[in-house]
């Protein structure tokens, strides 16, 4: 859609994988929504993101659409941390694995998922600038146009148009290092895999040469070129093999920075436009997915006159720390992988440590993003964690949690005694399901729970409130993140 701009409750700018997510997320909750992109169609100059992590593919499967991607993908385990390969298969998902599938494919499908729920995308549209007052936001489009919403949410990348406009500081690090990356012809044929402190040499899904590889100096900025190719090749292998016709190259670094805050007034942002760093690990992507699942059925709330505004405040003070922890753990990769004897005793001690089952754990748990704990207080072990995706036995029969979640609606999990709950002022907005289910239930960085007697069960799958019958705290759980009861 690239002709007239209409009006909207919200105004995604950015169509990548976060916008994609968002947009699909609040039209689950009936909220008027557009995202507004620069490209003409969903293409990608070179193939960026490679893959979704365990949390990431549960959070599709909530929505239901994880098969369109896994048809795709392929499992593999490869987590890894600096290059220290992490074994998930243990882990308590029915992901427990990497899907390797390109961020080409990746936002196909979720542009396919979102066109399903017509959501419209004004395309070969740049946001120039933005005011906002109190009832809404005039997003202003560098062509001259300009259309209005009463939010509006910046996904749009690291050099985020949005973010700059609100005023919204982006603290952080500089770049000390930088890599090349490329899909290349080489005249001599290399060895393929060939590895190299800070990259090396594969073949990609194109059947061109991969190439990513440390640069020699960390003061490149810009576009890359071939002779940038060319330079770092030959300083990893004494040769740069007659490299020649790129398909592309580019350049990534190792900045680090996050928003001081995602929220300015009636604007938001998510994924890379509220954090960037380097891309150790393969979470950059995965972050800023699960940044729109946390968003939004809050913002749909709101915008549906469902909550208060207020809501919005437990965005930030959830996917801050989230994306802090990427923050943290990615610049410890880059200081894991510098050249040198030094930085290879560490890795070799490092390697040895997260042999062990614990360390292993917890790091595996981080970068797979199935460890994240939102402090909603004291309480159960699962208060702010994952639901896992039960095996339940129901009254329709058997069926799957995450089945329950396909429309992003909250669930009220009853496996005490049948009609022990009455959320009547409740029951046009949070499901009620009694079941019964056997066993533990486990956690990658808790292991087996006793299984509580009921769970509130937030759209985004993680838990809101735990207890049973004779439990007091539900009225007030309800109300915090699904609004006033309804009167009588």
């Not at 997003?139 to 990348?157: F, I, P």
Request: hydrophobic fraction near 40%; include cysteine.
């Amino acid at each position: 859609m690239t002709g007239e701009l209409n009006d909207h409750a919200v105004v995604i700018a950015g169509g990548g994988p976060t916008g994609l997510m968002l947009a699909g997320e609040l039209a689950l909750a009936g909220v008027d929504v557009a995202i507004v992109e620069r490209r003409v169609n969903q293409d990608l100059d070179g193939s960026r993101a490679g893959g979704l992590h365990a949390r990431s593919i549960e959070v599709l499967d909530q929505r239901g659409i994880a098969d369109r991607f896994l048809a795709e993908g392929r499992e593999m385990q490869v987590l890894g941390y600096a290059g220290i390969l992490l074994d998930i298969s243990d882990f308590p998902s029915r992901f427990n694995y990497v899907l390797g599938l390109w961020q080409s494919h990746i936002e196909r499908l979720l542009a396919t998922w979102v066109e399903e729920l017509a959501v419209p995308t004004y395309r070969q549209r740049e946001v120039a600038g933005l005011a906002q007052d109190g009832s809404g936001v005039d997003v202003a489009m560098a062509d001259g146009q300009s259309l209005r919403a009463a939010y509006l949410v910046g996904c749009d990348g690291g050099r985020s148009v949005i973010r700059k406009a609100a005023g919204i500081e982006f603290a952080g690090w500089e770049a000390t290092t930088s890599w090349v990356i490329s899909e290349c012809e080489m005249a001599e044929e290399p060895e393929l895999g060939m590895r190299r402190e800070g990259g090396g040499i594969g073949r990609a899904e194109s059947g061109a040469i991969r190439v990513v590889l440390t640069e020699q100096h960390a003061d490149h900025k810009g576009q890359a070129t071939l002779g940038d190719l060319s330079e770092a090749l030959t300083a990893a292998y004494g040769t740069d093999f007659g490299v020649h016709s790129p398909t592309w190259v580019s350049r990534f670094t190792d900045m680090t920075r996050q928003a001081v805050s995602y929220r300015a007034g009636r604007v938001l942002l998510a994924g890379d436009a509220a954090h960037v760093h380097p891309p150790q690990g393969g979470q950059g992507l995965n972050t800023g997915v699960q940044d729109a699942v946390n968003l939004g059925w809050k913002l749909a709330q709101v915008v549906n006159g469902t909550s208060p505004e207020d809501l919005l405040d437990t965005y930030q003070a959830e996917r801050h720390p989230v994306a802090a922890r990427v923050l943290r753990n990615t610049m410890a990769q880059v200081a894991l992988g510098a050249p040198g004897e030094r930085a290879q005793a560490l890795r070799d001690t490092m390697t040895e440590l997260l042999g062990l089952a614990e360390p292993r754990r917890r790091i595996a748990g981080m970068i797979s993003a199935l460890d994240i704990h939102y402090d909603l207080g004291e309480g159960h072990p699962f208060l702010g964690r994952r639901m896992p995706d039960l095996d339940l036995v129901t009254a329709d029969g058997p069926r799957r949690l995450f089945t329950f979640l396909h429309q992003a609606r909250p669930l009220l999990l009853n496996l005490g005694a049948p009609e022990a709950f009455d959320i009547t002022p409740w029951a046009s907005r949070v499901q009620l399901v009694d079941a019964s289910y056997e066993g533990a239930w486990e956690l990658p960085v808790l292991g087996d729970v006793t299984a509580p007697e009921a769970v509130l069960v937030r759209p985004d799958g993680h838990v809101a409130w735990v207890g049973d019958s004779t439990a007091t705290g539900l009225p007030d759980a309800l109300t915090t993140w699904f609004g006033p009861p309804a009167p009588a």
